[in-house]
C-alpha cells in the first residue's frame, strides 16, 4: 500500500511543526461558571463532536473503562436539580489554604485562587481552622444554573489498568476524556463547567446514589466528573489568570538545572 504524504508535508521536506493555533486554543479555556442560554439547546452536531473527542481520549492500557450520560431532557436535569448538596468543614480548610487574599500575592504565588471568588464566610480564620459547621445544603439546581446539556462521566470501579493500584492510571485516563471535551467544547463556541457536586458526600448523604437513582447507572460505576455545557448568556468574566513559569517546574535533565533557552 502506497503511503499518502503527510498534508502539512513539502518538497522540501516536512513543513515547520506549527503549534500555536492549539496554543490559542489551550489559553482562550476557561471555565463557564456563568447561567447559560436554556433557549439555546447543544445541536446534534456539536454533541456529536464532543463525543468523539471522548472517544479518541488517551486512556491506560486501552481500557476505555468509562461511559458518558448525556442529559438533555430538561424533566431529568430538573429531578438532578433538587438533589441537595453542601460543603463540608474539611473542604473549607483546605481551600482556605489555595487563596491568595490579594492580587499581588496572586501574581507572586502563581497559582491557587483568588480569595474574592468565594464566599465571605469561607474566608474566615474559622474556615481556615474547620470550625465551620457543614454549610446548610442546597439544592443542585443552584449549581447547573439552567445548564441545556450535562454530561455525566462514569468510570467502571472494578477495572483498571494493570499495575495501577488504587486506579491512578484510570484517574488520569478520566483527565484524558476531560480535556478533550474542555478543548471541543472551547472549539465550538460552548462554554463548560466542571460540577464536583454531584459525586459529593455531606453529612452521611451519598449524593452520588442519588443521581444514580435518577440515571440508572451500574452501582459499580462511580461518578469521575460531570460538566453542564451551554452557550453562555453573557460574555466571559474577565478574571486574573496566573500559571507558573516553566523555569518554575522545568528541570532539564536533572533536577534543579534550569533549562536554556
Known amino acids: 500500500m502506497v503511503q499518502q504524504a503527510h498534508p502539512a508535508a513539502t518538497a522540501q521536506g516536512e513543513a515547520k ?35 468523539e473527542a471522548a472517544r479518541w481520549a488517551p486512556t491506560a492500557h486501552n481500557m ?33 489554604r489555595q487563596m491568595s487574599f490579594s492580587h499581588a500575592e496572586f501574581l507572586a504565588r502563581k497559582r491557587g485562587v483568588l480569595a474574592e471568588t468565594f464566599p465571605p464566610a469561607w474566608r474566615t480564620e474559622a474556615a481556615r481552622e474547620g470550625r465551620l459547621a457543614p454549610s446548610e445544603a442546597r439544592s443542585l439546581h443552584d449549581t447547573l444554573l439552567g445548564g441545556p446539556l450535562l454530561l455525566v462521566v462514569v468510570y467502571d470501579a472494578d477495572e483498571r ?12 485516563s478520566l483527565g484524558c476524556v476531560m480535556e478533550n471535551l474542555w478543548l471541543t467544547a472551547t472549539a465550538l463556541g460552548l462554554g463548560l463547567h466542571i460540577i464536583s457536586a454531584l459525586s459529593a458526600n455531606l453529612a452521611g448523604a451519598d449524593v452520588e446514589d442519588e443521581v444514580r437513582t435518577i440515571l440508572h447507572f451500574p452501582a459499580h460505576f462511580r461518578i469521575g466528573f460531570s460538566c453542564r455545557i451551554g452557550y453562555p448568556l453573557a460574555p466571559a468574566a474577565t478574571h486574573l ?14 533536577w534543579g538545572h534550569a533549562r536554556l533557552d
Not at 492549539?22 to 456529536?48: E, N, Y
Not at 468509562?66 to 468543614?89: M, Q
Not at 495501577?164 to 488520569?172: K, Q
Not at 489568570?241 to 536533572?254: E, L
Open 241 to 254: 489568570r496566573v500559571r507558573r513559569d516553566i523555569g518554575d517546574f522545568c528541570h532539564h535533565n536533572a
Open 161 to 172: 489498568a494493570p499495575g495501577s493500584e488504587h486506579d491512578a492510571l484510570g484517574f488520569i
Open 17 to 51: 511543526p506549527d503549534a500555536a493555533p492549539l496554543q490559542q486554543l489551550i489559553l482562550k479555556r476557561h471555565s463557564s461558571r456563568g447561567p447559560f442560554d436554556v433557549t439555546r439547546p447543544v445541536p446534534d452536531a456539536a454533541l456529536q463532536a464532543l463525543l
Open 64 to 96: 476505555q473503562n468509562f461511559a458518558i450520560i448525556a442529559v438533555d431532557d430538561p424533566t431529568v436535569i430538573a429531578r438532578l436539580g433538587h438533589v441537595r448538596s453542601g460543603v463540608s468543614p474539611a473542604f473549607l480548610r483546605e481551600n482556605y
